[in-house]
């Protein structure tokens, strides 16, 4: 996807949530990041909270089964999120404990153990209420798997945003030959596709669309078409609404 400037949604109310779930490296953050301008919101990406709670079990040694540690290790997170501070392809810096961690979020051993981390029932609750906070604090385009059916089902816009296995698995290698941490493809589409059976396969709040969500298939599509398409929907949607309470 490529991406562009869209134009700004006048009359935007002052709080709402816009959810946008999906397969790892569908697109979800960049378009995200159009959506959120176009509608003078901030955007929340859950799955930084994850990764960070992934990460402080690989630089501790916890067993990715560990439920109990890693609960706990969530219910205290400590993440900060900053503008970029540098032009490495990074779309904001993340830091963990006081330490910049934008990349190692990233790393190959921290994509292998997220999904199945992420999986663990207590670490999920733990994260819930914190993500469940600031989705709802104002203007806010909430990034996640589960945001449209756990962790805000009463999400004023709701979407679910697909692309095929090869084209994520693109956009991931591409994403990794920026950071300076190429791998080879292969081992990236080899990595979604565990991720994605894994998220998908879980008990607790499995990877699937809401019911009311508005399904989007990016594969070819630039960003600011599919950002486009979100706000078009969001404009009415809201229009609907003010309609109603009139």
Do not use: C
């Amino acid at each position: 996807m490529t991406t562009s400037e869209i134009a700004p949604l006048a009359n935007v109310p002052e709080r709402f949530t816009v959810a946008i779930d999906g397969p790892a490296a569908a697109g979800k953050s960049t378009v995200a990041d159009l959506v959120a301008q176009a509608l003078d919101a901030v955007v929340f990406d859950t799955g930084i909270l994850y990764r960070a709670v992934t990460l402080l079990a690989v630089e501790a040694g916890i067993e990715p089964d560990n439920e109990t540690t890693l609960a706990s290790i969530a219910a205290s997170i400590d993440v900060d999120v900053r503008p970029p501070s540098m032009p490495d392809g990074r779309k904001l810096d993340v830091y963990l404990r006081g330490r910049d961690v934008t990349w190692e979020l990233r790393s190959p051993e921290v994509d292998r153990l997220l999904s199945p981390i992420a999986a663990l029932p207590k670490v999920r609750m733990a994260l819930l209420e914190p993500q469940r906070r600031i989705g709802r604090s104002g203007r806010v385009v909430v990034v996640g798997r589960d945001i449209g059916t756990v962790v805000l089902p009463d999400a004023d816009l709701k979407i679910f945003l697909m692309a095929s296995p090869n084209e994520r698995a693109r956009r991931r290698h591409e994403e990794m030959i920026s950071a300076g941490k190429e791998q080879p493809f292969d081992a990236v589409v080899e990595a979604l596709t565990r991720r994605d059976k894994i998220d998908s396969e879980r008990a607790l709040s499995p990877l699937t669309p809401a019911a009311d969500a508005l399904v989007i298939d990016s594969d070819g599509t630039p960003a600011s078409e599919v950002a486009r398409r979100i706000v078009a929907e969001f404009e009415k949607t809201h229009e609907a609404g003010s309609a109603s309470d009139d």
